[in-house]
């Protein structure tokens, strides 16, 4: 049984990954190695349990001891001391995964399960780094964390079933809907459908058959997506997008898979989407999308 979970990367997947944890009612610490970071970390947890209250899904009290359950650290050794389970978040960059987990295999008890939550690399990538590839697997969130229900659970050919049972019910304990996916591929389940619906949206607007804006509205109005694809990449952040494709390209080496050259332009430009206030569209700094 998990109590005590550590959270790796502080950034907006670390961070709201942390808060389920500790909303679930485990004592949650998230580790990054910049002060700033878990500083501006903590001040926007605090907002976001702030306007739950204000919108009924917490009451005061719940919020309070919630966010009371939460250590910020920038020590790895520290916060794995005592770690049950670990779901690292940090930059989807390989050479500072392994890093992590090779200190994370030194810094937590033998029995920790370490997993990732890349949306990229299979765990296999890490779990080489480790005395322990039985016990890392993939445990992936999607973007917003606190909002989206769906977890993929991805073994490789090394992880326990001991390990995917533990990280599907911690999966169920933090009110998501774990989807087991039992053989690495790149993008795994619900990026690579995503994946065929984006790349569809490139190719139409960059043809002139339709702006973004339209595609959007039809993705929303005939499909019932909550958001359009452009709407969707600017929220998960271009760069993100950008470095799965590339990501993705150097596992396969198919020139079909490196990123659509208008994506390329937009992450040469710095146009992240909203967390940089532009991408397809303009953001103010609240991060609304301006007319």
């Not at 976001?48 to 910020?72: I, P």
């Not at 794995?80 to 992590?100: H, P, S």
């Not at 370490?114 to 690399?121: E, Q, R």
């Not at 019910?169 to 995503?194: C, D, Q, T």
Request: with cysteine; aromatic share 6%.
């Amino acid at each position: 049984m998990q109590n005590n979970i550590l959270i790796v990367g502080s950034g907006a997947m670390g961070s709201q990954i942390g808060m389920l944890g500790a909303l679930a009612g485990y004592r949650t610490t998230i580790q990054d190695i910049s002060e700033p970071s878990l500083a501006a970390a903590r001040d926007q947890l605090a907002t976001r349990m702030d306007h739950f209250v204000a919108k009924g899904r917490l009451d005061r009290a719940e919020a309070d001891t919630a966010l009371a359950r939460l250590n910020f650290t920038t020590s790895l050794e520290e916060g794995a001391a005592d770690a049950d389970f670990v779901i690292e978040a940090a930059t989807e960059k390989l050479d500072v995964k392994r890093a992590i987990f090779t200190a994370l295999d030194k810094a937590a008890p033998a029995n920790t399960v370490l997993a990732t939550n890349s949306s990229t690399y299979g765990s296999s990538k890490v779990a080489s780094a480790t005395g322990r590839p039985d016990k890392v697997c993939n445990m992936h969130f999607f973007n917003p964390a606190l909002v989206m229900k769906c977890v993929e659970v991805v073994r490789h050919d090394q992880t326990s079933q001991e390990t995917v049972d533990s990280t599907m019910e911690l999966a169920r304990a933090l009110g998501k809907s774990p989807v087991l996916i039992n053989h690495e591929i790149p993008g795994f389940v619900a990026n690579r459908l995503m994946g065929a619906i984006r790349d569809e949206a490139l190719h139409l607007v960059t043809a002139g058959i339709a702006s973004h804006e339209d595609i959007d509205t039809a993705a929303k109005t005939a499909l019932g997506h909550p958001m359009g694809p452009f709407e969707l990449m600017d929220l998960v952040g271009l760069d993100v997008s950008y470095l799965i494709r590339m990501a993705t390209y150097e596992e396969t080496g198919r020139p079909e898979d490196l990123p659509h050259p208008a994506l390329k332009a937009l992450y040469e430009q710095g146009r992240y989407g909203k967390k940089t206030g532009h991408g397809w569209y303009e953001y103010d700094q609240s991060g609304t999308k301006l007319p």
